[in-house]
């Protein structure tokens, strides 16, 4: 069928009609974590957002280069350019190198985004591997006249570069007001105006992680890596940049800023953003107590779990409401996602052993039709599942020979169910896949018993199991290359 994806670009606030610079090229950026803690229910969202566009693109049969950085320096504190770098300042209190927290907390985010059935990016660069792509980019910018040097350390000159540019039209905030909204940050004497954001800071004798660079010894800011790496590996201007809605600003109006202060582009044609994910209502904060990481989720691990949640349920969770609005945590929600993905997953079992009739009560067209126009509709998640579920009831009305539905319906149904639910929504069925994993388990088991008896010349016991075995329809084979089973 015919697609026309929309998408709703930050810039201009619409749905607009998506059509990549170069098709059927697609490059996708989308800022990755900051690594000097695990993964949380925040970390959740944008990820999944982006793997569900990343998969339906594919599905579109686009060819998506697909960048999501990996933050391991320069990420300070607070977001103007104070305080101390997070994953040092991790190091520093547990007593490790800098670069065994980045480390230690990007397995851990890849073990959990693989839970969640995250695909791996194409690329994943981290900022400390592109320290001289950021240093020649910086150079672009004070060579143009957008950046200053001042003790050491070289700062972005909002008000010039507002002067010639439109500085805030992502986040739409004027400088101007903004000087006026800011505190005079200790330390900060060193920038013309409150508003400039570091491109480069000198490093303090006492900091670990710092390189050389034209102006001092020191680190790039934050906002540079994510400038610098989407345009080595994605050129300019490239497709979609994603992220969080807190990265709007500071985060992505700077990196705009850089990299037409370096470059002259605009970098970027659609900026799509996550909304964010309350905990009841409330803001999810460290100093609020309401912070759970994934891994607590998936083991039940917190006093503000009434269970344990599966990825698959977090998963669904997320999937469930649309990526611009809002989405709270209740154990009353998540409870009522993982009831409703139950129902679907058990449906889709379902159809595979349900009898085709003579006419279809079901209109799989008008089904398919209206499944896709939501998904093309800004990835509209809740409609979609909203229309699976017509499906599910359809499925358990033929079940119960209340409907009937034809063989070639049957298949296209059972087809689409399998593309639109594993593939283009990510989902696994984890019982299934639990199942399948004991059964392994327990078949090797059975086999070193086997092969144990054998060995000693038992007989009775080996053809015990071999017998068993074939009456439970499990063949075994005995090869050069050791045994093996099917069912
Ligand atoms: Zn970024």
Redesign the pocket.
């Known amino acids: 069928m015919e697609h026309n994806l929309y998408i709703t670009n930050s810039l201009s606030g619409k749905k607009e009609k998506f059509e990549p610079v170069a098709p059927p090229h697609v490059g996708m950026y989308v800022?990755g974590p900051t690594v000097y803690g695990d993964a949380h229910l925040g970390h959740a969202r944008p990820a999944i957002t982006f793997d569900l566009l990343y998969r339906y693109l594919t599905f579109l049969g686009y060819k998506v280069r697909y960048v999501r950085?990996i933050t391991d320096v320069g990420h300070l504190e607070h977001d103007m350019d104070e305080g101390e770098d997070k994953i040092a300042k991790k190091a520093r209190l547990e007593q490790l190198e800098p670069m065994e927290v980045a480390q230690h907390y990007s397995n851990s985010y890849h073990r959990d985004m693989h839970r969640l059935n995250v695909l791996d990016p194409s690329i994943e660069p981290l900022a400390s591997g592109h320290i001289s792509d950021q240093i020649d980019m910086i150079q672009k910018i004070i060579d143009n006249g957008y950046a200053y040097i001042s003790n050491g350390s070289v700062y972005f000159d909002v008000p010039k570069y507002s002067k010639d540019n439109p500085y805030g039209i992502l986040s739409g905030r004027k400088y101007e007001d903004m000087i006026n909204n800011t505190r005079e940050l200790a330390g900060q004497d060193e920038k013309h105006n409150p508003v400039d954001f570091a491109l480069w800071k000198k490093a303090a004798p006492e900091h670990i992680m710092k390189w050389n660079s034209p102006w001092s010894v020191g680190f790039p800011g934050w906002h540079a890596e994510?400038s610098a790496m989407s345009a080595k590996y994605l050129g300019m201007p490239f497709d979609i940049h994603g992220?969080g809605m807190d990265?709007k600003f500071p985060?992505h109006e700077s990196?705009i800023a850089q990299s037409v202060a370096a470059y002259g582009v605009m970098p970027v044609k659609y900026w799509m953003h996550n909304n964010m994910i309350t905990i009841n209502g409330q803001k999810m904060g460290k100093s609020l107590g309401n912070f759970i990481i994934l891994d607590d989720f998936f083991k039940g691990n917190s006093t503000l779990l009434a269970q344990p949640y599966s990825p698959m349920t977090i998963r669904f969770f997320i999937l469930q409401a649309h990526y611009r609005s809002e989405l709270d945590f209740s154990n009353d929600a998540l409870q009522a996602a993982e009831k409703g993905m139950k129902r679907l997953l058990v449906a889709i079992k379902t159809l595979s052993r349900l009898k085709p009739g003579k006419t279809s009560d079901f209109n799989v067209d008008e089904f398919e039709k209206k499944c896709f126009e939501a998904l093309d509709d800004d990835l509209n998640t809740p409609i979609l599942i909203a229309y699976l579920f017509d499906a599910v009831k359809a499925i358990n009305s033929v079940a119960d020979n209340k409907m009937s539905i034809t063989a070639d319906d049957l298949e296209k149904l059972k087809s689409l169910m399998h593309t639109i639910v594993f593939d283009i929504l990510g989902l696994i069925d984890e019982v299934e896949g639990n199942n399948n994993k004991l059964i392994d388990d327990l078949m090797s088991l059975i086999l070193d018993l086997r092969a144990k008896s054998r060995q000693n010349k038992d007989w009775t016991t080996s053809d015990q199991i071999r017998d068993a075995l074939k009456a439970a329809n499990v063949i075994v084979k005995d090869g050069k290359d050791g045994t093996t089973w099917e069912i």
Do not use: K, R
């Open positions: 800022c950085n994510c992220g990265l985060h990196e």
